[in-house]
Structure formats: structure tokens, C-alpha cells
């Protein structure tokens, strides 16, 4: 069956240290991978998108790899801070290089990060 | 200057009744998106539209009716309303025909909670 699925439920790590979020699927072959941030109460936010024949990707403190044999996007936030503290989802579109911008979501892993 | 835009934000009613959401973009976007996140965090696509095209249909009951009366706004509405569709319903845009880029901006959320 098909699956997408980020690792663990909460991460709770201090501030000024990396935080490293998991992404896992199955079954699918996607043209691309997405990470939004959610906060409490608010919509998701796009962080950044990484393409299948790209390997990194980076935005300020953000950086995304993407392994398609591993079937997994790492997600580092690098020297944290409580602001960063919410949740990370990461999306896949399930069809690879379908243009209808379908996205699956993963369950989202929260991000506490301590002063 | 809010990019997506929903109403209401929040919305109590009984079962058995009918209500709309309501979702308008002035991104200029030609995709529009209908998500329900429910208690567990999942965010899970319902619609789609494509200049007022229907596109992405998933199994969703016939209850829900998703109407595009242009491309700047897609309403959805519910008939019939069950205690299982209380959730957190999101509005989302893309513009899809851009190759560069995919990513989606979401509206606020309006909070259903059927009694």
C-alpha cells in the first residue's frame, strides 16, 4: 500500500542545536517533495520543494535532501530557536510529473525547541 | 492584503443541516484546493479546480458539492451535515501551469464542529 510517513510524533530539542525531521514513503514515485510548517490554529505555510534529480536544497537556516532509492527527505532546520518550535509536513504529489498539483500529506512531526 | 481567504473561521451547527464555506484568492492563481484536517492532524485533499474545472474529485460523500463560480473563488458546500465531518476544513491555491514550482498557499482554516 501506499504510504507517506514522518518520524515521530513530537522532537524536542534545545535551542541553537540542528533539528533533523524524517520523511519515509512507499509506493509512490514522486516528481517532487514539499515541506510546509504549521502552527497551531493556522494554515500550512511552503517552506521549500526539492525535485526528484535534486539531492539538497537550502533556504537561510533551512536545508532539504531528497534520496529516491532511500524513498526518504531529510528535513535540518540548523541552529534552532523557539520560534521554530511547530509542526513540519511534508508532501508528496502521488503521480510523479502530473500537472493537476495533487499533494499527499504526511501526519506532520512537531518541533518543540527549548531556550 | 491576505492572499487566501476564508469565511467563516469558525462554524457550530446541528446535525442534519446544510452550510458553506467560503474561499477566495487574489494570488491569481488558476488552481484551487478544498483540504479537511481532521482531529489527528491529517491533512487530506478533497477538490480540486483548474479555471473553474474540476480536476481532483476524491472519495468524498456526495454530501459535499464544491462550486467554482470563477477562478479567484471555490465554495464548498455541505449538505446533511454528520458529527464525523467536524474537522478543520482548508482552502488552498497553486498556480500549476508554472513549471518551476508547485506550492500551494492555504487559507486560515474554518473550524466545523457539528453538534
Known amino acids: 500500500s501506499q504510504k507517506i510517513e514522518q518520524n515521530s510524533e513530537a522532537l524536542n530539542i534545545q535551542e541553537g542545536k540542528t533539528a533533523t525531521l524524517t520523511c519515509n514513503y512507499t509506493?509512490?514515485?514522486?516528481?517532487?517533495l514539499q515541506w510546509y510548517r504549521q502552527d497551531p490554529g493556522r494554515g500550512p505555510v511552503f517552506l521549500l520543494l526539492?525535485?526528484?534529480?535534486?539531492k539538497e536544497k537550502r533556504k537561510e537556516r533551512l536545508k532539504v535532501t531528497f534520496d529516491t532509492t532511500l524513498k526518504q527527505s531529510l528535513f535540518h532546520i540548523t541552529a534552532s530557536q523557539p520560534a521554530d518550535s511547530a509542526t513540519y509536513l511534508c508532501?508528496?504529489?502521488?503521480?510523479?510529473?502530473?500537472?493537476?498539483?495533487?499533494?499527499?500529506f504526511g501526519q506532520g512531526t512537531t518541533l518543540q525547541v527549548k531556550p | 492584503d491576505t492572499a487566501v481567504s476564508q469565511t467563516p473561521k469558525y462554524l457550530v451547527t446541528q446535525m442534519g443541516n446544510d452550510k458553506s464555506i467560503k474561499c477566495e484568492q487574489n494570488l491569481g492563481h488558476d488552481t484551487m484546493y478544498w483540504y479537511k484536517q481532521d482531529s489527528k492532524k491529517f491533512l487530506k485533499i478533497m477538490f480540486s479546480?483548474?479555471?473553474?474545472?474540476?480536476?481532483i474529485n476524491e472519495t468524498v460523500p456526495n454530501r459535499f458539492s464544491p462550486k467554482s463560480p470563477d477562478k479567484a473563488h471555490l465554495n464548498l458546500h455541505i449538505n446533511s451535515l454528520e458529527l464525523g465531518d467536524s474537522a478543520v476544513y482548508f482552502c488552498?491555491?497553486?498556480?500549476?501551469?508554472?513549471?518551476?514550482?508547485?506550492?500551494?498557499?492555504f487559507g486560515p482554516g474554518t473550524r466545523l464542529t457539528v453538534t
Open positions: 526539492i525535485r526528484e534529480n535534486e
Open positions: 508532501a508528496l504529489d502521488p503521480h510523479g510529473s502530473s500537472n493537476t498539483g495533487k499533494l499527499i
Open positions: 509506493n509512490y514515485s514522486p516528481a517532487y
Open positions: 488552498a491555491s497553486s498556480q500549476i501551469t508554472q513549471v518551476s514550482s508547485y506550492e500551494q498557499y
Open positions: 479546480y483548474n479555471n473553474k474545472e474540476l480536476i
